[in-house]
């Protein structure tokens, strides 16, 4: 059994990210370094909305930023949480492929 400070640190990474703007940041980044303005512009939400998330996530250790100049660029700071999201979403369309398998088998049985 997994020690509870570490299930503990598990939940709160979840939390920090359970939220569809901050996924939609993670995965519009991948492995790049993108601006806010970039990235509000790829996900079509305004500046401060992003600002938020972004605060969020860099708290949350899952991101890192570097200013350049004016700017502040943003990039994920856990390689692997990228091709996760990818894994998280194959899982999620074969189980809807299925579902969606199993809703048609119900329909043609009901006539």
């Known amino acids: ?8 640190l598990k939940s709160e990474f979840m939390r920090v ?3 569809p703007i901050r996924i939609g940041i993670v995965e519009v980044l991948g492995d790049k370094k993108m601006s806010v303005g970039e990235i509000c512009e790829l996900l079509n939400k ?6 938020k998330h972004l605060g969020v996530l860099k708290n ?6 570097e200013k350049s100049g ?3 660029f943003y990039s994920v700071d856990i390689c692997c949480l990228p091709n996760f999201l990818e894994c ?4 999620l369309e074969e189980k809807a492929a299925k579902n969606s398998e199993n809703a ?7 006539r």
């Open 88 to 91: 998280l979403k194959n899982i």
């Open 60 to 65: 949350g250790g899952i991101l890192k930023s």
């Open 46 to 51: 305004e500046q401060a909305t992003i600002s």
């Open 1 to 8: 059994m997994q020690c509870v400070d570490i299930l503990a």
């Open 70 to 72: 004016l700017n502040v």
């Open 17 to 19: 990210l359970a939220h």
């Open 104 to 110: 048609r088998d119900v329909i043609k049985s009901l």
